[in-house]
């Protein structure tokens, strides 16, 4: 069993930062891509960013690219989002994730994760 925990959501105001971080229980976080999603209120869970084993290939939605950044740090078995210039519909509940450690790597489908940290609240003001 994996257990994933994230931290460092908050109230932030549109074009502030926050680094969203997710540390595993195992070391089995060293051989697995991971991935971040999201879930606004009313509306379905959504892809957000996802990151390979290696941790060399990077992967985002388009609403995100060039503002959010994906990193892992395997020594500490942690994750991180670094998310800069808020807006107000980055707001949501963010969920780290563990891939699948067999088969192909499928970063923006939520089916190919099994392991699911409880969530961190962002908040973004206008």
């Known amino acids: 069993q994996v257990q994933l925990v994230e931290s460092g959501g908050g109230l932030v105001q549109a074009g502030d930062s926050l680094r969203l971080s997710c540390a595993a229980s195992?070391?089995?976080?060293?051989?697995?891509?991971m991935g971040w999603f999201r879930q606004a209120p009313g509306k379905e869970r959504e892809f957000v960013a996802a990151?390979?084993?290696?941790?060399?290939?990077?992967y985002y939605v388009d609403s995100v690219k060039g503002r959010f950044t994906i990193s892992r740090d395997s020594a500490k078995n942690t994750m991180y989002l670094q998310m800069n210039s808020l807006k107000p519909e980055d707001t949501a509940v963010y969920y780290c994730?563990?891939?699948?450690?067999?088969?192909?790597?499928?970063?923006?489908?939520?089916?190919?994760?099994?392991?699911w940290g409880q969530g961190t609240q962002v908040s973004v003001s206008s």
């Open positions: 994730a563990a891939h699948f450690p067999f088969g192909r790597f499928d970063p923006p489908a939520a089916t190919k994760y099994n392991y």
């Open positions: 990151i390979n084993w290696s941790g060399r290939n990077t």
């Open positions: 195992r070391r089995t976080f060293s051989d697995r891509a």
